[in-house]
């Protein structure tokens, strides 16, 4: 199995920045693709951005410029910077990552973070 803990996420003013970190543990074989997902009450879950494993960045058109994804692949961790932060940002963010694992290496499963708030004020 996979675990992921998520950390970095509260309360700000509009302007102001956020780090969301998100490390990954347990029995993995391989990383793939890791990422950052958000959603509001009463919406669908909407991609933020994501990383492959060779380095290759994906942004919502509503963050790009303003949110940088990164990941360190020896510590299996993932970071979100979020700078400029909007009040429209307010949502919960959850990490998501594909892997395999030791038992399985050669099959590749999503994984998801419990969430993480980020609540920005105007």
């Known amino acids: 199995q996979v675990q992921l803990v998520e950390s970095g996420g509260g309360s700000v003013q509009a302007g102001g920045s956020l780090r969301l970190s998100c490390a990954a543990s347990g029995s993995i074989f391989s990383i793939n693709a890791m990422g950052w997902y958000r959603q509001t009450p009463g919406k669908q879950r909407e991609l933020v951005a994501t990383i492959t494993s060779g380095g290759s960045t994906n942004y919502a058109a509503s963050v790009k410029g303003r949110f940088t994804i990164s990941r360190d692949n020896a510590k299996n961790t993932v970071y979100l910077q979020m700078n400029s932060l909007k009040p429209e940002d307010t949502a919960g963010y959850y990490c998501?990552?594909?892997?395999?694992?030791?038992?399985?290496?050669?099959?590749?499963?999503?994984?998801w973070g419990q969430g993480t708030q980020v609540t920005v004020s105007s």
């Open positions: 998501y990552v594909q892997a395999t694992t030791v038992i399985l290496p050669m099959v590749l499963r999503d994984y």
